[in-house]
């Protein structure tokens, strides 16, 4: 039946057409002032809830967080046995062959317990309001840990921040899957590292494809990344890092708890080495 755009029109009378403005305009009016609080509020609500969060994560994770991050008691042998070129570091009094991190998205400071004794650490984190959380566990758990400095700044760009070959390691866990730029982080990583320097990372990443986890990672994205401070559940990582010219990598996929949310489990942990040859270009 054709439809008749006279008739239609005819009933389409202003008082009809303004029960629905009204009703639509209120609507989007309320989800546009949610959407201002939420960009006022989150910045702040954050790094509490991720306090939080983090602990309880940590709890679970503890145990792959420690096994990727024991090669540094290696590193700090390594310094040990080269003492002109690592540094000594004090902390309470005791000198100790010094590592020094540099640390990108460093949050409240949840891998600080991972750390050997008389690390020096570069905290990256563009959020100003985790310094707080930051700055009181570090004083209250980590005494034997030194935070040498903290710069708000994305990961993305840290020139300006941290020199060129500086540092002796560079620690990312769950970040990569909310940066704008993985590449450009990357890209940073290498240019900081000292040559023959580690890159740690562990991030939750996307499922393997065709199976229902990655099905729901990729419907539940778009409202996960709104309220998750741009945190996307479809990231590989891995593509990221072997293209990035370190001369070792190695990184292997395993499943958080299932206590953690589904779409949370698949996990990506690894390290990555900066070549002497091709830091002896840029160094
Ligand atoms: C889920 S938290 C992880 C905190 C900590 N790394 C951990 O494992 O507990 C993600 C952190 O990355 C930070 N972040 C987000 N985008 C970033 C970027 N482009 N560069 C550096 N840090 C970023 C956030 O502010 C937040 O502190």
Sequence with gaps: MPVNLTKIMEKLTFTSVLDYV???????????????????????????????????????????????LKEMKDQVESL????????????????????????IG???????????DGTSVIAVEPNKNFASYLEQNVAEHFPRVRLERTVVAFGEDLRGHVDDCSVDA??????????????AVIREVKRVLKPDGKFYFLEHVAAD???????????????????????????????????????????QRFRAHPKFPRVLR??????ATKSVSSASQSC
């Excluded at 460093?106 to 050997?116: I, L």
């Excluded at 409202?223 to 070792?248: H, M, N």
């Design 170 to 183: 560079v620690v990312i866990t769950l970040v990569l899957c909310s940066v704008q730029d993985v590449d």
């Design 106 to 116: 460093v949050g409240a400071g949840a891998n600080f317990k991972y750390y050997p």
């Design 22 to 68: 009204v009703p639509v305009t209120l609507f989007l009016g309320v989800l546009l002032i949610l959407h201002v609080l939420k960009q006022m509020l989150l910045p702040h609500i954050y790094p509490m809830f991720l306090n939080s969060f983090m602990r309880k994560y940590n709890e679970a994770m503890g145990s792959f967080k420690a096994e990727l």
């Design 80 to 103: 040990r046995e080269k003492p002109v070129d690592g540094g000594e570091g004090s902390v309470n009094g005791e000198s100790h062959p010094s590592l020094t991190v540099l640390e």
């Design 209 to 251: 494809p065709q199976t229902w986890t990655s099905t729901l990672q990729w419907v539940i994205q778009p409202i996960w990344s709104y309220f998750g401070d741009g945190c996307q559940l479809t990231r590989k990582i891995s593509a990221e890092v072997d293209r990035a010219g370190f001369c070792k990598v190695h990184h």
């Design 266 to 271: 698949p996990h990506l942990m690894g390290v």
